[in-house]
């Protein structure tokens, strides 16, 4: 009798999880960062799922892993409270509204394009306001010495200010500068680490292989499938599994990939239809990746509805399924090895980088939100444009929503809702 309501309080209490996924997928605008700042506020402070410092473990384990962040940061958090099901139905919770959203938009693309996009005009700043919070929060509470915060800085200043000076002489705004950033973090941490380590008892890891052998095997069939084969709904997902395996720095890599992909090898759309899917995924909660369902069922147009419905479902499919393999892969490995004495002592830096990287997301993100610029992302005020150059209305809205989630209890979600509504009203 007991076993089986220890067993009903645990599926409660994953429906729960679950809920609480969902509720977090409706109002995940602005990319991983945001995302990020959500799982923060959602399953951090208000619910208590993991600590701030899981979860900054978890963002840099999946920042150093090819694949969609933010996804497998959640997939992570899913396995943490219940295991590989729960994970796999977590991963599903999370991307069915972008999903659903994403397909109907690309069939119905026409007719509500521009009113959709300007109903969601202020939900950038509070976006931005929210991986602001997001990341002073973490640095306060998961940075203890000022080795940490000088660590944070640091990361801040590269990955922030000196992106684009610097650019030019190292390519800064490539991927592998976030990964980079994050094992400086680590080594430095290492070598300054001061603290007393526990004696480590060696243990026997037991390798989950199964996940890699399948990550592997998907992407050698799928390439060779995709060679022979003309059936465009196959195609479709061996080039999302390949860029799903091979894209670090999140979404925004992603999409010149894409653009290459289906617009000038393979055709299968317009640049301008291309284009108004990289818009409309912006303003849709959830991850960036599901830029894939919009493709998919855009590139099966002249098939009927049915063909782009399969066409969405398999791109869906083939850009999370090699990160969840890895992350399936990986997880229950850093679970047994986060107690070596090289990964306690480095991982204080990594976290420490990591605050510093959120922090910088929202500068940067604040950047085209805030002020106007001819070059999106420039760094130089001579590209900011002569009249009109500081959007006053945007800036006033995440200063009130900054200080609104320092001072007050509301949940994340009424935010969203209020921004759409004033976007609908205003």
Not at 36 to 49: D, G, H, I, S
Not at 253 to 262: A, G, N, Y
Not at 411 to 416: A, D, L, N, T
Request: aromatic content about 14%; proline content about 5%.
């Amino acid at each position: 009798m007991a076993n089986k309501t220890s067993s009903s309080i645990k599926k409660i209490k994953r429906l729960i999880f679950l809920k609480d996924v969902f509720v977090v997928a409706l109002s995940a605008y602005g990319g991983p960062n945001m995302h990020m700042a959500l799982y923060q506020k959602r399953l951090v402070e208000e619910k208590n799922y993991l600590s701030n410092e899981e979860l900054l473990e978890l963002y840099s384990l999946c920042q150093m892993l090819p694949g969609p962040s933010s996804t497998q940061t959640l997939t992570s958090i899913g396995y943490k409270i219940g295991g590989p099901f729960l994970a796999f139905l977590t991963l599903l919770v999370w991307i069915l509204p972008a999903f659903i959203m994403l397909t109907l938009v690309a069939i119905f693309i026409g007719v509500y394009q521009d009113t959709m996009l300007n109903y969601l005009r202020y939900v950038q700043p509070v976006a931005v306001a929210f991986v602001l919070v997001a990341g002073i929060k973490m640095l306060n509470k998961a940075v203890k010495n000022r080795q940490g915060y000088l660590l944070a800085a640091m990361a801040f200043i590269v990955v922030a200010l000196l992106r684009h000076p610097l650019d030019t002489l190292v390519n800064m705004k490539t991927p592998w500068m976030f990964p980079v950033v994050l094992l400086l973090g680590g080594l430095f941490s290492y070598f300054d680490f001061k603290g007393k380590v526990e004696k480590y008892q060696p243990i026997t890891i037991k390798f989950p292989w199964r996940y890699l052998v399948a990550f592997i095997a998907v992407f050698v069939l799928a390439g060779i499938v995709g060679t022979i084969s003309s059936n465009r709904v196959i195609l479709l997902f061996e080039n999302c599994y390949r860029f799903g395996s091979l894209v670090f720095g999140g979404g925004n890599v992603l999409i010149p990939m894409m653009l290459e992909q289906f617009v000038h090898h393979n055709g299968y759309m317009t640049s301008e239809e291309f284009i108004n899917g990289v818009g409309l995924v912006q303003a849709i909660p959830g991850p960036i990746f599901t830029i894939a369902s919009y493709t998919g069922a855009t590139a099966m147009k002249g098939y009927g509805i049915l063909a782009q419905m399969f066409g969405s479902l398999s791109s869906t499919l083939g850009i999370f399924l090699p990160g969840s393999l890895l992350i399936f892969f990986v997880y229950p490995i850093w679970k047994q090895i986060k107690t070596h004495p090289i990964v306690v002592k480095a991982l204080p830096g990594v976290i420490a980088a990591s605050c510093g990287l959120v922090i910088a997301a929202a500068y940067l993100m604040f950047l085209p939100v805030g002020l106007n610029w001819v070059e999106e992302g420039s760094f130089y005020f001579t590209n900011l444009e002569s009249s009109n150059a500081i959007n006053y209305l945007e800036i006033a809205i995440i200063a009130v929503v900054g200080v609104l989630l320092f001072k007050t209890k509301l949940k994340s979600p009424w935010y969203i809702v209020v921004a759409i509504l004033c976007g609908v009203i205003i």
